[in-house]
């Protein structure tokens, strides 16, 4: 019998400090920085974000989000075989975050390993997650995005800081006789490393180079339409099935003026696009569980549903996972 790999349970986690527009804007003039709600909402669609504590980092929110999700498969930690964690804004340089996930998860023995594909990062995690439990290496995984991108932002840029927030999603996946994931579709192009990149590095025990966020937002955004468009085709055509099969498409929550653009250009009404962008800003790698978890959490994504999954970002990244739910 085939073996395919199914969503069982999601969670997901907000830290609980929310900042609108307005008071992330009251806290920039303060340092001298000028935006206004106005500004933020018409270019992004975006109204708050949440920002974590400077003692939490992205594997607290990650263990709040994966209690969750095990809680709504009906699993414990230890029937779980397999961790992958999806981050940018890892803990420390090593261990990975999934290790630490494990341990304070109360669990040991199972495999655990970090994905970094920035804001792609879900979809990565999700495919290899998905290979490894139909070769049968695991059964019941938890994969996992969790990013504290506030620590990467450069407060003094107005053009990015107003965009992220910190955040985490989870999601179970279980062996199961029926699929499940239907297909996915994963791609990277390094010519465009510089567009959006934080380029320091730690040396000899110094951070070398710039360690907050850089990103060409205008080319950012025409490369990302683009991609998503043919991400989705391409993920489309290796299931033999068309937009009109799609019952909610949760695409990476960049912004709302990228998700509109890839919703016409695939002649998808924005009614099927699960937006939670305007409450979150951009989690780069926990945005798609995270608004995948408001959906189903909400009572719009059902059992048997077509779910469309994509993200694009940081290297360039890109891709899609299409599943019935
Ligand atoms: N508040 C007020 N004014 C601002 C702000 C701000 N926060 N940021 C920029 N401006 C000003 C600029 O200084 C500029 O002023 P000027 O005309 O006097 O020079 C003006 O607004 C227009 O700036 P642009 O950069 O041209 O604005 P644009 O319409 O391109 O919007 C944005 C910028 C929102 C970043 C857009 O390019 C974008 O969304 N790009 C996609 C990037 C993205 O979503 N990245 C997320 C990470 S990647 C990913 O997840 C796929």
Redesign the pocket.
């Known amino acids: 019998m085939t073996r395919y790999s199914r969503i069982t349970g999601t969670g997901s986690y907000l830290p609980p400090r929310r900042l609108t527009n307005a008071e992330l804007?009251a806290e920039l003039a303060t340092k001298g920085v000028?935006?206004?709600d106005e500004?933020?909402v018409e270019?992004?669609g975006i109204r708050a974000r949440h920002f974590a504590a400077p003692d939490v980092s992205s594997s607290d929110l990650a263990v709040a989000a994966a209690k969750q999700a095990l809680e709504a498969a009906g699993l414990l930690a230890s029937d779980i075989d397999l961790i992958i964690v999806a981050t940018s804004t890892p803990d420390m340089v090593f261990p990975s975050v999934a290790c630490i996930v494990q341990n304070k998860l109360g669990i040991a023995g199972c495999p655990a390993f970090d994905v970094q594909a920035?804001?792609s990062g879900f979809i990565y995690a999700l495919t290899v997650a998905d290979a490894l439990i139909k070769t049968g290496s695991a059964t019941k995984a938890l994969v996992i995005g969790a990013e504290v991108f506030s620590r990467i932002l450069d407060f003094s840029d107005?053009?990015?800081?107003?965009?992220?927030g910190d955040g985490a999603g989870a999601v179970v996946l279980q062996a199961s006789d029926t699929p499940g994931i239907l297909a996915s579709d994963l791609h990277a192009d390094g010519k465009y490393v510089g567009i959006?990149c934080v380029p320091g590095h730690v040396s000899g025990g110094q951070v070398v180079g710039d360690p907050l966020l850089k990103?060409d937002?205008?080319a950012?955004?025409k490369l990302?339409v683009g991609l998503l468009e043919s991400t989705a085709r391409a993920t489309l055509a290796k299931a033999n099935l068309s937009e009109a099969d799609i019952d909610w498409m949760i695409p990476?929550q960049?912004?709302i003026?990228?998700m509109q653009s890839t919703a016409r250009k695939l002649k998808m009404p924005l009614e099927k696009v699960i937006v939670t962008v305007d409450q979150h800003g951009?989690t780069?790698a926990a945005?798609i569980p995270l608004a995948m978890d408001v959906a189903v959490r909400d009572g719009k994504v059902k059992k048997g549903d077509t779910l469309l999954l994509e993200?694009?970002?940081?290297g360039f990244t890109w891709g899609a996972v299409l599943l019935n739910y």
């Open positions: 804007a000028e935006t206004s500004w933020i270019r992004t920035v804001c107005r053009t990015t800081c107003v965009l992220f959006l990103m937002g205008q950012v955004f990302a990476h960049a912004n003026r990228i951009n780069s945005s993200g694009v970002g940081g």
